[in-house]
Structures are given as C-alpha cells and as structure tokens.
C-alpha cells in the first residue's frame, strides 16, 4: 500500500531514493506537494518518487551503492548555479577538462557519461550541449560506479540525474536577487499555483550576468521553463512542460606550463597573475538549446503502477575562438603560438522509457519488481574551421591578435602569418547515436532483515557517421547487439539504522579503432566491472545518514598496439580503480545541516602498450585523497532567531598530470617531460544569512574566503590548466511567498 506518513519515513531528500537506483537509476520526484512534506513524505519505487506515483518505500540507507544527492536547499545555501557547481561541490568527483565550457566530471577513476532527467536516460548532455544551469533542477543525484542497468552503454563512473521542478498542490511565489565580485548579477523568479482541483502550472525565469575573474571574459544566460499536470481520472496525471536556455560565455583553454628540463626533470605550472587571459578578446560561445517533455502515469491497483515518459532535446553553438597551441613556454619565453577556430554544431536527441513497478506478498513480506524498455538517439552535426599558427601570444605580457576570416563551410585562400603562409583546414561531419534496451530488477526480502537485489539489462547499440560537404557522403559505423548488464546485491539490516551491503554491477564502453584486431575479430566494447561493500548508518530519526564504501574496478579490452606490429591492435589493456568513500548527509541538530564526505582513489594501469608505465596511476588529476564538506546551522529560537551560520571545507591532496620524459638505450634524453603538478590545497567557503520573515531572507556567500591561488584544473605543460577562482562575494535576498 501507499504510505506518505513522515513517520514511515522522516528524512530529507538526501536520504531517500529508489529501489530501482539501487541498481543504478536514480529517481525523479513528483513535486505534487509542498516543499516542507517533500522533506519527510518520501516514498520511493522503481525509477521514479513521489507520493503519487509510488508503493514501495525504499530509503536511501537501503539502497547498496554509493549515492549523493544535492538538494536544493543546498544549490541556494551554497550558491550552486551550474552543475559543474553541483559536482565541485560533490564529494568523490573531481572536475577537470582542457575547454572552459565542456568540464569532464570524474567519478572512481573514470569519467561520467550517463546522465538522466527525471530518471530517464538521454544522450541530449553531448556536444554541442554546454553545461546546464541548475534553475530548471529540483535537486541532482549522483550514483558512482556502474550505471549500466538503467542507461545502457557508458563509462564505470556513475551517472547524473537531474530532477525537474514539478508544479505543487498550493500556491508559492519564489524570487531570488544577488549582485558580487566581477559584477555578478543574478535574478530568478519562480511561480507555481493550481488551476484547478485537478491541475495545476509551475513556471519560472532567469538571467545572469557576469565578468570572470580572468581578462576580458565575460558570461551572460537567460532560461525559462514552464510545466504544467493534469489528472485525467482517479488513477492517471499527465505531466509536460518545456524550457529554453541561451548561454553567451567567452571560451578559452587554459593555460601552458613551463617545459620540462634538459635533465628529464618536470615541467612547471605558469606562476602568473591569475587574471591572466590567453585566448582573444573576441572569444565568444553562443548556445541556445530548446527542450520538450511528457510523462504519463497510471496506477493499475493499489500495488502497480505503469509510466511512460518522453524527452525531446535541440541544442545550436556556435563557437569562435583563438587559443594557444599545445605547445609549453619556458620561465623566460612566453612566447606561443595561435590557433583560430570556429564550429557551427546543432543537435537533437529523442529519449522514451516506459516502465511497470510494483510490489506482491512474498515469504509473508512485498517483494518489489520493475520491468521496462527506454529508447534513446541522439544525432549531432559539426561544421568546422580551424588556422594553425595564425598568430602568436606572449604568455608574460598578453596581446590578443586580430580576428582572422573564418567560414566552416568553405576552405579560404591561404595568408601571411607570423610563421609563414596559414591555411584554413576545414571538417564537417554528422554523428548519429541510437539505443533501445530491455531491463529489469527485483528487490527480494526472504526475512524481515534481509534483502536480496537482482536485475540485468540487454541493450542494442548503435553508430552512424558521414560527410556533409560537398554532399552528403556514404554512411559508416558499427552496432553491438544483445549486450548484457547484470547487476546483484545484497542488504543486511544488522538493526533498525544500521546494516552492511554488498553488491556487483558492470558497464560496457563502445570504442572504435582504425586498424583492425590482429585476430581479425571486430573491435569490442571496453567492459567494466565493479565490487562495492559497505556500511550505512542513520540516524538522529532517520534524518541523518552516515555511510562507508570500498570498491574495486577492474577495466578491460582497452586497446593495445605494439611498436614492433603496427598495422594491428591487441586488446588486452586492462585498468584498474580502488577506493573508499565515507559521507555525512543530513541533520546532525535540529537546524544543523551537513554534506559532504572524504574519498580515496587509486587508479593503476595493469596492462598497457607501454609496460613502462604499468603499475602507474591511469588518470593522475583524481587526488589520492579529497575533502569536501559544508555545513549549516539556523538558530530557530532567541535572541538570534532567523541567523543562520554556514562554512565548507575542500581539500585536495597532490596531483599532476602530462607525460614524463623518455630516454633512449644510451641514456640520451628524446622528448621532455610534459608533467605539471599541482600540491595539496584547501579552500574555505563561508555563509551567513538571515530570515527578516517568514519568506523573506538575505544570504552572503564568500567562496575561497583565504584567497588561495590553486590551480582548479590540471592538464600538461601545453594547456588545459586553469587557475581557482579568487575569493568572491555575493550577497542574495530571496523571496518565497506562499
């Protein structure tokens, strides 16, 4: 039966999830009430939550994976805008990548490529998408590690669920005004209200405008979204809505690094301003992404219910940017050269899932079941332009060249530059992605303190690729048909808040190669297997949840090429990633909130085609060791009643990336090292605010509060470095009138 009693289940949304993100799906919520119910009347099943579309109750404490969810009571009192803010601020993720506006979210050794909205996997987070504002987003959920059950082909790192504001069952009127550092302005407004006793809208707006704190580089977005529900009887709503962003940023690449020496020795991060800006000052992204939904739900009986959901996705860029080769400076030439580039990208992605959960009486107990299908494409077109060696740029004293002709759609006659005749050098191309699957997962409790989690997937995957121009040329690609995913776990309430957990899930990765297998088989997909073991504990009445992993992941069939058989590849790399993860979410006092926690990460290469670098870590930019914690408290009574008091910690220990130098049989140095290394560091975040009246508060943010100079992202001594941000302030006044 369907329970919303908070006393089923007093917790926030921190400390729920589904049955079905136990094998790694996360939920969606239905928003068909007030945000203070949302926060104790959880109930989860199958691939969705909410108390309108649920029977089965399943805590996050009873879920055996890794899970964290950002509510949005966190992205305000932290000030998340963006996802990339979301997962900064994630524990166990490290956010790394060479192009400003395209990050790589790094989970467990590997990057995340299986993302979801509302629970329903989509391939519309590729390029030409940029990185999504969190406006639109009730909250984020993040399962690290394979995800493969419920999304099909991807990486063993996780993956993101974004969940949508959903209209509520009474009226409330939100608002939101800050201004800081770089003068960043931000304003939302957000509207829900019933129309009826059986409908009801949600709509809302916003616009940011900012400088960066490096030279030059500005940002601007302005979103909207509106999404209405319907009930078309008794048993049955109708959902649907859309959103619009148009997102205006200036794009870089970073900065170089110092070459390593004659001696072999590591290159060097730049030690410059971190103002310091290396692209033009006529960089310029230009997104704008439309996108459609509709979800419909039918409770067949008071233990099974049939969803059906739908997402359509159009995104435009165009990119026109200079940035710096991938050449290093030394400490004394800064001297580098220029490259012009400009992208016309357009893509549309199409995703369906329909889904059956429920429960039946099994072993005196309600056993859950979830059955279901989803279908996902995605098709990208990408015209290009790129001038090598254009111009040049002098690290230590920038002067940004002139804006050179650039036309993706047509190859120019060559000019004069400072190194001699540039030629354009034009591409284009159209990529297309399908993928249909069958899942299934069941949750079997044999006695009262056992639960017993089994499912498996078949997934049909396929690619297409071909040339634009002149005209349309033939198409080529490959499929993998009837790819299975199993997954298996284990739950052991040892009491009522505590148990111990165990479970097993894999992941299947498609990859291409432009030589063939020297066993003349095809090229298979990379596969991914992961052991996880842990602890949750909950407490202070559920709602606090405390929680212990270690995992093991083991990758293979990752291509290997000997220097001595050049025209064929092996496929016998293998990886491997271990760790351990512990997190705090929830609340420790009344008013008390925190999250956050501390990860270890260690990633080897077991096999390769360099057996020299066997035994080393595959993606060095993951620290070994990571904090990241925030915690607020709100006095609710006395003299301070209505302050509130918030502080986070991040902490990373030493990284490094690049290539070390090599040598030849006599010892005589061939190619430098390109490694750059960034050393421990910790950054401290602080908020204080303070509620006037009921719906009416004023909130400061000062974010790297020290001043720390870090570097946020590391990549070679040719670019792709990136400094952290200088301290900021933002003050934000908020409105919420119900």
């Known amino acids: ?50 108390v309108n579309v649920g029977k089965t109750v399943t805590p996050l404490k009873d879920v055996p ?40 979210f790094l989970s467990r050794g590997f990057a995340i490529d299986n993302y979801l909205i509302d629970g329903t996997p989509t391939k519309s987070f590729g390029y030409p998408a940029v990185v999504p504002d969190l406006f639109f987003y009730d909250r984020v959920e993040v399962l690290r590690g394979p995800a493969g059950l419920f999304s099909g082909a991807g990486n063993p790192a996780g993956s993101i669920n974004l969940v949508r504001k959903r209209p509520l069952d009474t009226f409330q009127l939100q608002g939101a005004l800050g201004f800081g550092s770089y003068d960043n302005l931000r304003a939302e407004v957000d509207l829900s209200t019933p129309i009826s006793t059986s409908a009801a809208i949600r709509m809302g707006a916003m616009v940011q405008d900012q400088d960066q704190f490096y030279d030059t580089a500005h940002r601007t977005r302005w979103a909207a979204y509106a999404t209405a529900s319907v009930d078309l009887g008794e048993n049955t709503k109708l959902t649907f809505g859309g959103t619009y962003d148009l997102y205006k940023p200036a794009i870089q690449s970073g900065l170089p690094g110092i070459i390593g020496g004659d001696d072999g020795s590591d290159g060097q991060l730049l030690d410059v301003p971190r103002s310091t800006y290396v692209g033009a000052d006529w960089n310029r992204l230009r997104s704008e992404t439309w996108t459609a939904f509709a979800e419909i739900t039918h409770n067949l009986s008071d233990n099974w219910t ?8 159009d995104a435009d860029r165009d990119d026109v940017y200079s940035y710096i080769g991938n050449q290093p400076v030394t400490a004394t030439n800064g001297v580098t050269r220029h490259v012009a580039y400009r992208a016309d990208g357009a893509a549309k992605s199409h995703s369906l899932d329909l889904n059956l959960v429920g429960s039946f009486p099994l072993f005196g107990q309600d056993q859950t079941l979830i059955v279901g299908s989803d279908y996902q494409d995605g098709t990208a077109d990408s015209y290009y332009t790129r001038l090598s060696n254009y111009g040049q740029i002098d690290i230590y004293n920038p002067v940004y060249p002139d804006e050179p002709p650039l036309d993706p759609y047509q ?33 079997l409790s044999p006695i009262e303190s056992l ?9 049909w995957w396929e690619t297409k690729s071909q040339a634009l121009l002149p005209e349309p040329g033939p198409q080529s690609g490959y499929k993998i048909n009837g790819q299975f995913t199993p997954y298996a776990g284990v739950v052991w309430d040892v009491t009522d808040q505590l148990n111990l957990y165990a479970s097993y899930a894999d992941s299947f990765t498609p990859q291409t190669s432009s030589t063939p297998r020297a066993d003349g088989k095809d090229i298979e997909p990379l596969v991914g297997d992961q052991f996880e073991a842990g602890t949750k504990l909950s407490l202070m009445n559920e709602q606090l949840l405390l929680s212990l992993a270690a995992y093991q992941i083991t990758q293979s069939n990752r291509l290997f090429t000997d220097a001595d058989l050049p025209d064929v590849v092996f496929q016998i790399g ?118 006037f009246s009921d719906g009416l508060s004023l909130g400061l943010n000062v974010k790297n509060l020290l001043d720390k100079h870090y570097y946020a992202r590391i990549s070679s001594t040719g670019r792709g470095n990136y400094y952290g941000s200088p301290r900021t302030v933002m003050m934000t006044l908020r409105l919420n009138f119900r």
């Not at 969810?69 to 963006?82: A, G, M, P």
Request: glycine share 12%; with cysteine.
């Open 306 to 313: 049939l969803r059906a959901s739908g997402l359509y996705s």
């Open 411 to 443: 190859t120019l006659p060559p000019f004069e530059g400072p190194y001699g005749p540039v030629n354009s050098r034009n591409g284009n191309g159209r990529t297309q992605i399908e993928q249909y699957g069958l899942y299934g997962q069941i949750r």
């Open 451 to 459: 639960t017993l989690v089994g499912g498996g997937r078949f997934t």
């Open 1 to 50: 039966m369907l329970t919303t009693t908070s006393a089923r289940l007093r917790c926030s949304a921190a400390l729920a999830s589904l049955a079905g993100f136990g094998m790694g799906v996360p939920a969606f919520a239905e928003e068909a009430e007030s945000e203070a119910e949302r926060a104790s009347n959880i109930v989860v099943i199958g691939k969705t939550y909410g």
């Open 574 to 691: 293998k990886v491997r990633s271990r760790g351990i993860e512990a997190e705090a979410n929830g609340q420790i006092l009344p008013g008390w909130q925190v999250n956050g926690g501390y990860s270890y990460t260690k990633t080897k290469y077991l096999e390769d085609s360099n057996p020299l670098v066997e035994g080393l870590s595959f993606v060095p930019v993951i620290p070994k060791h990571m904090v990241k914690l925030f915690s607020n408290y709100e006095v609710a009574d006395g003299a301070f009643e209505g302050a509130s008091l918030g502080a986070g910690l991040t902490w990373f220990s030493s990284t490094f990336g690049g290539t070390a130098a090599t040598f030849d049989s006599d010892g005589a140095l061939l190619t430098r090292s390109s490694i750059v290394r960034q050393g421990a560091y910790a950054v401290v975040d602080l908020r204080a605010g303070y509620e």
């Open 65 to 104: 994976n890794t899970i964290t969810v950002i509510t949005r009571e966190q992205v305000e009192d932290q000030n998340l805008f963006s996802l990339e803010d979301a997962l900064t601020a994630t524990a166990g993720i490290t956010v790394n990548g060479v192009g400003s506006e395209d990050p790589s």
